[in-house]
């Protein structure tokens, strides 16, 4: 299946996304913290809401959180309601920036996915029909995830290494896809960014870390 890919930006991107309720609705079982990578970070864990009755396999939708790298939690979720609708939803929290540089939070990512394929035949997943969406540091890393089934070094965590990390379907909800020309223009982009916005280039540094 080819991918598809959904762009949403906003003027007010943050101040427009309500925060999701953690209620969770009538209908739906939730399983918390499930451990996708064996021994890992405290933070390599998912929450997976299902429908209480289906009638056959669940596509999944996978929602990664924002917060720019350095903060988030998988406990707001605003998917949850698509697992009234026939669909799996699994909600992760990925390593931040303060545990680990990049590119930790994309392998995380594509650990998740691969241990939602490797389950699927216990939680009746769909493992042909995975999406992604995430929201500002989240939709960056629901691109990567688009953009990168065959980059195999990002493979490199957690286990289920005969599934694939690819996605079908990817929604990204402003989220940043150049960091490096970001505040500065072409050429020496390092030092512009030193210079003209000092704040971006110190959160580019420990993300990345150097």
Same mark, same amino acid.
């Given at each position: 299946?080819?991918?598809? *890919?959904?762009? @949403? +930006?906003? $003027?007010? &991107? ?7 309720? #953690? ?56 998917? *949850?309601?698509? @697992? +009234?609708? $026939?669909? &799996? ?7 931040? #920036? ?113």
């Amino acid at each position: 299946m080819g991918l598809v *890919v959904l762009l @949403a +930006t906003c $003027g007010s &991107a943050m101040s427009q996304v309500k925060p999701a309720s #953690s209620r969770v609705p009538e209908g739906v079982n939730v399983l918390r913290d499930l451990a996708y990578v064996q021994n890992g970070h405290e933070r390599n864990c998912l929450d997976l809401y299902l429908p209480k009755k289906t009638d056959g396999l669940l596509p999944v939708i996978v929602w990664i959180h924002g917060g720019a790298w350095q903060a988030g939690s998988k406990d707001r979720c605003p998917a *949850v309601a698509f @697992a +009234t609708r $026939g669909f &799996a939803v699994a909600s992760i929290n990925y390593r931040l #920036s303060q545990h680990a540089v990049f590119p930790a939070q994309i392998e995380d990512c594509k650990a998740a996915i691969r241990w939602l394929r490797g389950k699927a035949a216990q939680y009746n997943l769909d493992a042909n029909h995975i999406g992604v969406w995430g929201a500002s540091a989240g939709g960056h890393l629901v691109a990567l995830l688009g953009t990168s089934g065959s980059v195999k070094e990002w493979d490199a965590r957690g286990e289920h290494r005969e599934q694939s990390s690819r996605v079908q379907c990817v929604v990204d909800w402003f989220g940043p896809s150049n960091l490096a020309s970001m505040g500065g223009s072409h050429g020496d982009v390092r030092a512009e960014l030193n210079e003209q916005d000092p704040a971006l280039h110190a959160l580019l540094q420990e993300m990345w870390g150097r």
